[in-house]
């Protein structure tokens, strides 16, 4: 089928990716993406016990030592998120804001919602064939319980994270939150 299959489903206007572009993206991968973004509310409420229990290891994660845990935790974080939401490993994840759709899939790499230049039947300008990763996001986001977050401003990218676990930051960060909760407490 080949190039004519493509050119058949692009003619119906469904997203083909091409395998060329400059994330080479690949069909299989694409649409588990958007298996995720329809089941935005269920990854949702399995994010929140999976973080939960993240942390509830964070007695663990401090033997260990949470930099010598980076390279294995990154190792499977990477592998799955890569499945599930092609994720481009930024360090500093907002998927719970974003209904489900990595904004490093956009080719702009927007945080904060689309460009201008969404098309009219929602496509992205710079991969016209590629739904806008923003009106995706905004789908994901009306089925979420917290899908509001959505509206919250995002900070710039810190890109010195880059390829770093941020499930092991969300929890170091817990922690620490917890402990001065406790401190303030006493
Ligand atoms: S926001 Fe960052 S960490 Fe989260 S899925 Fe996208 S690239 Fe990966």
Redesign the pocket.
């Known amino acids: 089928m080949g190039n004519a299959g493509a050119a058949r489903k692009a003619a119906t206007g469904a997203y083909v990716p091409s395998d060329v572009s400059p994330n080479r993206r690949v069909q299989r991968r694409y649409s588990i993406r958007l298996w995720s973004i329809r089941h935005a509310r269920m990854l949702e409420w399995f994010y929140a016990r999976f973080a939960s229990a993240f942390l509830l290891l964070h007695p663990l994660w401090k033997a260990i030592g949470y930099s010598r845990a980076e390279a294995p935790v990154t190792f499977v974080?990477k592998r799955v998120?890569g499945l599930l939401?092609?994720?481009?490993?930024?360090?500093?994840?907002?998927?719970s804001s974003?209904g489900m759709s990595?904004?490093?899939?956009c080719p702009k790499q927007l945080?904060n919602g689309p460009c201008g230049g969404v098309r009219a039947n929602g496509n992205c300008e710079v991969e016209p064939d590629m739904p806008c990763v923003w009106v995706k996001a905004w789908e994901g986001s009306r089925q979420m319980v917290k899908g509001d977050a959505i509206l919250n401003v995002q900070k710039p990218v810190n890109q010195s994270l880059r390829e770093t676990s941020?499930w092991l930051r969300v929890t170091a960060e817990a922690a620490a939150r917890n402990e001065i909760a406790k401190d303030t407490a006493a």
């Open positions: 974080e998120k939401f092609d994720c481009r490993m930024c360090g500093q994840c907002i998927l974003t990595c904004p490093m899939n945080r941020s």
